[in-house]
């Protein structure tokens, strides 16, 4: 599903406060880019200073109850700033052309510290030794990576991460009405995205138990989050989402493509 807005030119000479806030918006990209390429590494276990199954191995309970609070914080912090009520709220206080941006800067800072916090738990649930299996794994979750990437240019990339809406208020254009649109992987699965991350999180031919906690705490997650937003989209597109729910199934392409 794709909720992109059309956008409506009055172009103007962007004022301070304009640039202020394309500055900002760009500022929060780079680190949530940073902070996304860091956990790339960090699921796969290699080349970063801290990774998921790196650092000193404490107490298995102690360590399992803080990364589960972990992954509590970050799934609060989504859950409740993506809420149309938690926006029109937050909106009064902040521009709204902003309101993306400080999203994601709430959302990487929440990442960050899941990602630097995080206890190692190394007993292994499942290690692959023939090189031809583990390389098809290694495979399959560089797709998922790529897939969660390609998700969101199909949807808008730059409005999902605030750029364009500081950008739009910098130059006097407005985002005009949302539309609903079904591009290509979306046609397919309803959440291209979210399935990206869950075969991402899980393709992996080391398996310790942090790393189970970590694939099943997010997969959680990633169930909850996709009943809260299917809402929201129900509330707001109505029936035409309902209909695309009959159509189209949620995360695996069991069914024929949406037209």
Known sequence: MSNMPQTVSVLRTPNLLGIAGVTLSALVYVFFLGAFMYTIAFVADVGVPKTIDGGLIGAPLRAALINLALLGQFGL???VMARPAFKRWWTKFIP??????VFVLAATVALVLLLWLWQPLPGQVWSVDNPLLATVLWTLCGVGWAVVLLSTFLLNHFELFGLQQSLLFATGQSAGVPSFKTPVLYRYVRHPLYLGFVIAFWATP?????HLLFAIGCTGYILVGIFFEERDLITQFGDTYRRYQKRVPMLLPLRGRAD
């Open 206 to 210: 080391h398996m310790s138990v942090g």
């Open 77 to 79: 912090q989504h859950s």
């Open 96 to 101: 709204e052309s902003l309101e993306r941006s």
